[in-house]
């Protein structure tokens, strides 16, 4: 599994217009533009342009016009979290159509019984959204990157020792 560089630069750019709300110079409140984006997050500003469409379609942003205009979030940090962004960056990395998008040269995958690899990309995918929905981009911006750590461990933790609790452990 790979990130894409849209869900990752477009994350960063969430987080960069956000630091930039919560911070404390003269600029706090004001909208940034595409060139300030570009220039703090060390990517072009074309791609900060294409990805500023699809955050402001998605209403994750909102565009300012005027002379101190540019981008702005659509709502405040605390609202946003990382399924909803990632979902309208790039989507899910499981969906209940991959195994009709990868079914080979058959009208269905060979596996579409009993396959041991959709319940490994399911379960993936429900950790993931389980983090991904508790966490918000003001999360991203208040803590420090081992406080983010320990707490994707325990929600991931918490969320396996349920499932096994409520399943059974594999192989039984």
Known sequence: MKLSSQEEFGLRCLVTLARSEQGTDPTVGRALSVHQIAEAEGISTEYVGKLMGILVRADLVNSVRGRYGGYRLGRPAEEISLAQA??????????????????????????????????????????????????????????????????????????ASFELDSAGSVGN
């Open 86 to 159: 990632l979902t309208v960056l790039g989507g899910k990395i499981y969906e209940n159509a991959t195994c009709q998008r990868f079914s080979g040269d058959h009208a269905a995958c060979v596996h579409s019984k009993g396959c041991s690899i959709r319940s490994v990309w399911s379960g993936l995918q429900m950790m993931f959204d389980h983090v991904f929905s508790r966490t918000s981009i003001a999360d991203l911006i208040t803590h420090s990157e081992r406080s983010m750590e320990e707490w994707v461990f325990a929600h991931t933790q918490a969320l």
